[in-house]
């Protein structure tokens, strides 16, 4: 680490990077001063003796030196006359001259002995590469120096993603590290995988990126997979010390977001490469409850135990620290007037936040950034982060009642009918197609966006989706209180995508289920037009187009609604057979058999036998690789109720004469072989669990010796992540209240130069 961004730390940050140098390079126990008026100290260390030694911190990373040899002139040097210490010494995060040193000294002497008691950013640099565990220990300094940064954006992840890069960043200046901190790395050491979890606005994904910057410091790769896991794949190089991130990757929807063609198995199979992997590394996030209901829709994520690999995020590692420091940091780093920020200084204003028994790290963040944008609510931003808390929802409905017109409105409502974001072209031409002004759509993109919308870079196109999960929460109850508008929304609904969000909202709600029978006509209606609607550009070029999974969708939703012409439109293409024969999803092919089966409509139930015909084409079409024939395998015992035994027999056959291949040519070859290491370990274990393996696979025995140990093929160094030395366990509350006092008091500083 060549330099470090001290601009990027808080005032308090500053003062604790000064105690904890002078410390060390004094070999003394420097005191902090408690809440008040600081009369010139900051640090101080008194002998019995009565010699005193006084640290004055000055954090001015935006003023000139001209600013500060001013303020000593005419504000420090009174405190230090009237304090007359033996040694005083001044460091400052401004960069200092020889010539500027000079006036300095010799105003402050001879309270100051030499001009190396003057420390500028260049001196405070040079210490903090002496004392690298100093450095370690401050998160936010380590975590934001100059190489770690330049890290990032050498990397191709900048390519790949600018908005995590960017996403990064922000991060990094308002993170306040707390007990989930080591716990997630703690299992990302041991199994090399970690999935977070907790409720929206934890602070899951603010964890995760925290994470994710930890190892690129150390010389990781960051990858981050948007789609499926075969991003990752393809981007995997063993020689490579890489960190995979999958934030949200079950979606942000009661499931609605499913995993796509074989992607569970694909999931458990890259977690298990990883794991084996001393140089990679998979964070993973999610809410707790879609866990919960992925893993009783998926059988193979049943099987998995996640929760070796959990870490769940919760209100217990939000200590009364941990919570003042994601108060300060939002504060201090928010574009508010400097008066604001200097009510915070008041326990008054800060406690009843900090102690809230609802406190949430989105909810502070999200009121304050609210206040910077729209400055009227800044006149009493600590009752309204109180009132926030009390009802989370305020946080969003103040800004629709009051800051939006009808067309922001609007296009918060058709942003929520598609449930993982929408490409801006689509939206364009839905707009259009609503004859509505496109100048409209440009002014609220435009008033949304950093609030309550998000876009985001896919393949160099623009894609709107809400800011954060909880403006998702909130458009749902919004909707429903006006089922008025609500019902004006669908009727304009003209993409099955829209649709398909219906079916998670009836799902969700038994409430919106009943406003769908009472409205079913015209539900009808539009649900029937849509279903042959193009297909989304998921990628923003090329269209998505699934009729299983539409099929899968419209028999779930006229089977909660008992309409026929919904369930109607998944016949028609089911007994065409392209349905089931381009299907995307192995799931919604299991589904939409289930469905048929126990239906009450004798007609559906009366194309089973052909469904189940089509799907063991689609299951057996392709099996030229063990991956597809182990999917195909777990496909059909999945529908081993249905399935006739010769269908299961002739795949048996197929996947026994692979693996006498593979078989044989790894006994004559070994690691050699064109094979990856970790298939083969997969079919010597088919061929294990067959009676007399030896018999039936010649050379079984030679291919079983010859499977290398796994960590021999990575000639690559350990990577071993740094923890934080100091944790806030086994600290008071009155201690931790202490340091939170300490670090709102430095609010109260206003400059003119700031």
Known sequence: ???????????????????????????????????????????????????????????????????????????????????????????????????????????????????????????????????????????????????????????????????????????????????????????LDSRHSCVIAGIPGIGKTTLAQVICAVYVSEGFELVEVSADLEEANTLWDDNIAQIFYYDDFLGQSSLAEKLGKNEDSRLLSFMERVEKARNKRFILTTREYILAQARQRYEKLDRHRFELQTCVVDMEDYTYRARGSILYNHVYASDLSGEVKARFANPRVYRPIIQHPNFNPRVVAVTISEAALFPSVAEDLGNRIVMN???????????????????????????????????????????????????????????????????????????????NPSVRDFMREYLLEDQASLLGLIKCFSHFEQVETLLVMVNEREEVRKFCVRNLNDLECVAVKAFNSPGLRNDGVNPSFDLAHRARVYLALGETLNSEPIQTCAYGVLVEGDAILNAYDSQDIIDIIHFLQESKRESLRGIVADVVEFAVEWATADLSSWELIEAARSFLESLSDFVPDSDMQNLEDVAIWYAEDAIEAWAEEGPDSMIDHSVMERILAYAGSLENPEETFPGYREAVNKMPDIDSDYDVREYRVNRMEESDSGVSLIEEMQDVARMMKTLRVTREDI
């Open 389 to 467: 808390l009390n009802n989370p929802r305020s946080v969003w409905s103040h800004i629709v009642n009051n800051q939006l017109e009808e067309s922001d409105v609007y296009l918060l409502g058709l942003i929520y009918s598609f449930i993982g974001g929408v490409y801006l072209g689509d939206m364009q031409d839905l707009w259009a197609s609503l004859n509505r002004n496109a100048r409209d759509l440009r002014k609220a993109i435009s008033t949304l966006e950093g609030t309550m919308l998000g876009t985001y870079l896919k393949s160099d196109r623009i894609f709107l989706a809400f800011h």
């Open 1 to 187: 680490m060549d330099s470090f961004d001290l601009a990027r730390l808080t005032d308090f940050d500053f003062e604790a990077v000064c105690k904890d140098i002078f410390e060390a390079e004094y070999g003394l126990r420097l005191e902090l001063f408690s809440p008040g008026a600081d009369a010139g100290v900051d640090l101080r260390y008194f002998h019995a003796g009565k010699s005193e030694l006084i640290v004055q911190c000055k954090h001015w990373v935006r003023s000139s030196r001209a600013k500060l040899i001013e303020y000593v002139r005419n504000v420090e040097l009174a405190k230090v006359q009237r304090l007359k210490p033996d040694r005083y010494v001044l460091a400052t995060s401004v960069e200092l001259t020889k010539d500027s040193k000079d006036k300095l000294y010799d105003l402050l002497a001879p309270y100051v002995k030499t001009p190396s008691d003057i420390l500028g950013v260049d001196e405070i640099n040079a210490l903090l590469r002496k004392h690298e565990h100093i450095v370690r220990r401050h998160l936010r300094l380590w975590l934001t120096s100059t190489a770690v940064l330049s890290s990032l954006l050498s990397k191709s992840i900048v390519t790949r993603s600018q908005q995590l890069a960017d996403a990064l960043d922000s991060t990094l200046r308002t993170y306040a590290p707390n007990e989930s901190y080591g716990r997630a790395l703690d299992l």
